[in-house]
């Protein structure tokens, strides 16, 4: 049973970086079966795609957050990162981190079919 | 990068079936099968109901099917239960070896 937990301060001042981790169970980001992703939830609005990290570290980003944004490996503690440098008020949101299936034969292909439970960010002074 | 379209909300009777759509370009929804829908209770993360445009994961009711043509998308939930009523979100794999997520849909019984 595959697990993802995000972990990382809730309140964050204007202006610094946001930086959240998701540790993975049951299943490993370094297998080349998957994408590591962040999607973001503003209060009372829509998902949105923040970005993802491959095996090899190859990365993929939402255009409107490339400027800001880089997601990251740590293989050695079955970790992966995110950061978001010079938050504002408009960064508040729940942060999900969540698994892309990549195996053909395996249910979920190109879906997220793993995710966490959510954690709460709030950008004030 | 714009946000694929879902009608804001959508409401049916129990027993009834109600559709779902969800439009975006030939750059995503109409140039690939890797079209997903995720269901979302309040205070609850998305989880994943429908993928590759018509799949369903084990463990989620054959209530729920997925269709396409050209950019637009669709979920049909029928025989509306009162436990549907939820937020529902469609996925979509993009040209730029990205994802993009709908607006959202709010099902109401």
């Known amino acids: 049973q595959v697990q993802l937990q995000e972990s990382g301060p809730g309140l964050v001042k204007p202006s610094q970086t946001l930086s959240l981790t998701c540790s993975v169970s049951?299943?490993?980001?370094?297998?080349?079966?998957?994408?590591w992703s962040w999607i973001r939830q503003h209060p009372e609005k829509g998902l949105e795609w923040i970005g993802y990290v491959f095996y090899s570290g190859t990365t993929f980003y939402n255009a409107s957050l490339r400027s800001r944004v880089t997601i990251s490996l740590d293989t050695s503690k079955n970790q992966f990162s995110l950061k978001l440098d010079s938050v504002t008020a408009a960064d508040t949101a729940v942060y999900y981190c969540?698994?892309?299936?990549?195996?053909?034969?395996?249910?979920?292909?190109?879906?997220?079919?793993?995710w966490g439970q959510g954690t709460t960010v709030t950008v004030s002074s | 990068q714009s946000a694929l379209t879902q009608p804001a909300s959508v409401s049916g009777s129990p027993g009834q079936s109600i559709t779902i759509s969800c439009t975006g370009t030939s750059n995503d929804v109409g140039g690939y099968r890797f079209v997903s829908w995720y269901q979302q209770h309040p205070g609850k993360p998305p989880k994943l109901i429908i993928y590759?445009?018509?799949d369903r994961p084990s463990g989620v009711s054959n209530r729920f099917s997925g269709s396409k043509s050209g950019n637009t998308a669709s979920l049909t939930i029928s025989g509306l239960q009162a436990e549907d009523e939820a937020d529902y979100y469609c996925s979509s794999y993009t040209s730029g070896s990205t994802f993009v997520f709908g607006g959202g849909t709010k099902v109401t019984v």
């Open positions: 049951g299943d490993s980001v370094g297998s080349n079966s998957y994408y």
């Open positions: 590759e445009v018509s």
């Open positions: 969540a698994r892309v299936q990549l195996r053909l034969t395996a249910p979920g292909n190109r879906a997220f079919d793993v």
